[in-house]
Nanobody, 116 residues
Framework: QVQLVESGGGRVQPGGSLTLSCEASGFEFSRYYISWYRQSPGNQRELIGGVTTSDNKHYYLEAMRGRVTISRDNGKNTAYLQMIALKADDTAVYYC?????????WGQGIQVTVSS
């Protein structure tokens, strides 16, 4: 059974840090491009960035540039999204995505709330 399970979300104060994890099972994780998205209420899902099978990182979301680091550990079938200097505007549901050729899988999403 294919699964992507995000963890590590929750509530954090502005300026704080959080690291999300995305644990995969049921498919060959190392062969998939892993990306992170977020979606806040009333807005479209935004691509934050991703990491290739050869560990090259790409960052796309200007609003988070310089504040996020994406990584992967193929030995643990897990990807990570490290976030620092969090702002209230970063409040959203965060999703991980795995894609290879025609196969694509999504996690269920995890809530991150930035609030004092």
């Amino acid at each position: 059974q294919v699964q992507l399970v995000e963890s590590g979300g929750g509530r954090v104060q502005p300026g704080g840090s959080l690291t999300l994890s995305c644990e995969a099972s049921g498919f060959e994780f190392s062969r998939y491009y892993i990306s992170w998205y977020r979606q806040s209420p009333g807005n479209q899902r935004e691509l934050i960035g991703g990491v290739t099978t050869s560990d090259n990182k790409h960052y796309y979301l200007e609003a988070m540039r310089g504040r996020v680091t994406i990584s992967r550990d193929n030995g643990k079938n897990t990807a990570y999204l490290q976030m620092i200097a969090l702002k209230a505007d970063d409040t959203a549901v965060y999703y991980c995505n795995a894609k290879a050729s025609i196969n694509e899988y999504w996690g269920q999403g995890i809530q991150v709330t930035v609030s004092s």
